[in-house]
């Protein structure tokens, strides 16, 4: 009966390995994952074969995060040989039928040991077979190689934006590449990888790449509606106001009457021109705002004290102002 269970544990054995090398390239030549991506598959084309699915993802904190597989490949190697040895312990483990009938100092049969020559070729052979298809498998990550930036863009943003430079072209063109790269990702990224052996699944790590993109959009939007609702509309507002109430303040004798024309004609031919610029350049921020695909600000009932909402107001009467206090001069 050893002999028997010796035998099975043989045929388990090479059935384990025949398995294995239904994914050996007698040429070595394994299709790469650049290469499979930009094949044209027909209805004659074949799928590579695939019998274990790994998935691609990103981990780690912001600073330090990277792309790999949710498993580790080594680990998905080791654990694929040991099942050759969970074989043979399974196998050791059947006892003797006689030790219900007699006492026996030996419990079980035959035992296999892991040094046996049938179990180290076996071993061997499997692992050169995982070898090579995972050296192939470990290029996908480089699919990924232009995207890989994306996961270090936090810190640029935020030393970029720190230096309150507002620029519509340098927002434009950043804003836009975050664009270009989603659309990129969606045309050139599948959503899964047929391997010789793995299926590799990245349709979530796609997504995740996505939502980066969109996630770094969203903080250049939000900067520049801070910019303009709030920095920049306050700013020209208080100027406006700073004029307005500069010409309430009647003069009392000559001098302050010579001050008075003085700041009248700085304000009609300096402060105003600025004034106008400034404002002009709001509008087109918010027409560049329009233009860009995110949430568009919304107008409500509760945006009656919003900065740009009561510049809009002060502004509008700031010519007649000017004009009243050209008057009052005469």
């Given at each position: ?6 035998e ?14 239904r ?108 070898d ?14 232009n ?28 804003i ?17 990888i047929?391997?010789n ?7 979530e ?72 610029h ?11 705002l ?11 009932q ?29």
């Amino acid at each position: 009966m050893s002999n028997q269970v010796r035998e099975l544990a043989t045929k388990s054995i090479n059935s384990y390995v025949e398995f294995f090398r239904r994914f050996k390239r007698a040429d070595g030549k394994y299709p790469t994952p650049q290469e499979i991506v930009k094949r044209d598959y027909d209805p004659d084309t074949p799928f590579e074969q695939t019998f274990l699915t790994l998935k691609l993802e990103i981990v780690g904190k912001e600073k330090e995060q990277e792309i790999r597989f949710e498993k580790d490949l080594s680990e998905v190697r080791n654990k694929l040989v040991e099942i050759v040895d969970l074989m043979i312990e399974r196998i050791n483990r059947i006892s003797r039928a006689d030790t219900q009938i007699a006492n026996s100092s030996k419990t079980h049969l035959w035992d296999i040991e892991k040094k046996d020559e049938i179990v180290i070729k076996a071993k061997d052979e499997i692992k050169k077979i995982l070898d090579e298809n995972l050296e192939i498998t470990k290029k996908t990550l480089n699919i990924y190689d232009n995207f890989v930036f994306l996961l270090r863009e936090g810190e640029k943003i935020r030393e970029f934006l720190e230096k309150k430079q507002f620029n519509r072209e340098d927002f434009e063109k950043r804003i836009m590449s975050y664009i270009e790269t989603i659309i990129l990702i969606k045309e050139t990224c599948p959503y899964e990888i047929r391997l010789n052996m793995f299926l590799i699944q990245t349709e979530e790590l796609n997504n995740r790449l996505v939502e980066l993109c969109e996630k770094h959009i969203q903080t250049y939007v939000n900067a520049i509606k801070n910019y303009v609702y709030v920095d920049e509309a306050s700013a020209v507002s208080q100027s406006i106001r700073d004029i307005q109430n500069k010409f309430s303040n009647m003069p009392k004798d000559t001098k302050a009457l010579v001050q008075s024309d003085e700041f009248y004609k700085d304000v009609e031919n300096r402060e105003k021109q600025i004034i106008m610029h400034r404002y002009q350049d709001l509008i087109e921020w918010l027409m560049f705002l329009q233009m860009l695909p995110q949430p568009k600000f919304q107008e409500t009932q509760e945006d009656e004290k919003n900065p740009l909402l009561n510049l809009h107001t002060i502004y509008q009467g700031l010519p007649q102002n000017i004009e009243k206090q050209a008057q009052a001069l005469d």
